[in-house]
């Protein structure tokens, strides 16, 4: 499913004193199947803009058309595009809610009208996608689980639904290291194995880095990036004046080019990085 932006502008608080635009002018489209990473400080305008994604914010002006699907100002019906369109919250696991792991899971399938007979097998499947076995967590309570388990269950009820595009605000805030790669293993599976278009908002470098094979930055409402994360991390300078970082490898290859070396500044990764390095020293 691709998604088509034009002239988006949000305006909270239209004709008010308080009246803020929290996006300005917003052009982008997004082909089926991208693994795509969105960073922004906060109040750039991220959490806005996939907000309108799926319907839960309308447009001050412009539009969004996702597989034919167009958002505009006014009232519409959404249903069936927020079936298409799964979205994650940040926290996803305050929002869980029923007595079991698997009856949360089916939850939403069973809310937008799956049948009652699909409705187990939907559940096995969405829990396998996050690597959770159905035997072993489908009675428990959502509320033992560890917080990268009760993070996999929100998602998995979120992908019980079907949706083609999926959309992650921060899904690795919170985490401790060993859940956090687990869950980024998963997402990156998910879209490899279901072809999938997945958006995620973070405030980490190192998961875009990794994850992501197109990164979008927004910046005081407005996109002022939208390339490979090679490409963005070489404006390290700029990227670091409107308040954000970078991975830690690039901010390394930065220092080192300040102190003589000249280390390609598209490299990101750590092979990459310790071969270029090696080879420099054995130059000198």
Avoid: W
Avoid at 54 to 63: I, T
Avoid at 147 to 152: A, E, F, L
């Amino acid at each position: 499913m691709s998604i088509k932006i034009k002239n988006l502008k949000h305006i909270y608080d239209e004709g008010t004193p308080y009246q803020l635009e929290a996006l300005s002018g917003i052009n982008l489209d997004i082909e089926d199947g991208e693994l795509i990473g969105l960073i922004g400080h906060t109040g750039s305008g991220k959490s806005t803009l996939i907000q309108h994604l799926n319907g839960l914010l309308r447009p001050s002006s412009g539009s969004i058309d996702i597989d034919g699907f167009k958002i505009e100002k006014g009232k519409q019906n959404l249903k069936l595009l927020r079936q298409k369109v799964g979205l994650v919250f940040q926290y996803p696991e305050y929002q869980l809610f029923e007595e079991t792991v698997a009856k949360d899971v089916a939850f939403g399938p069973r809310n937008i009208g799956i049948p009652e007979d699909q409705i187990d097998s939907v559940v096995e499947e969405s829990l396998k996608h996050v690597g959770l076995d159905i035997k072993e967590f489908g009675e428990k309570a959502p509320f033992e689980l560890s917080g990268g388990q009760k993070r996999k269950v929100a998602i998995a009820g979120v992908l019980a639904m079907k949706p083609k595009i999926l959309i992650l605000d921060e899904p690795t805030a919170g985490l401790d290291p060993k859940s956090r790669d687990e869950l980024l293993c998963y997402i990156k599976e998910l879209h490899v194995k279901e072809k999938m278009t997945i958006i995620f908002v973070t405030h980490s470098m190192e998961d875009v880095a990794r994850l992501a094979s197109r990164l979008i930055v927004m910046h005081k409402s407005k996109i002022v990036y939208d390339a490979t994360p090679r490409e963005v991390f070489r404006h390290s300078e700029h990227l670091q004046s409107i308040g954000l970082d970078i991975p830690q490898l690039s901010k390394l290859v930065f220092n080192l080019n300040s102190k003589g070396f000249d280390i390609d500044d598209t490299l990101i990764t750590f092979n990459e990085i310790k071969d270029a390095i090696l080879q420099q020293l054995r130059e000198k």
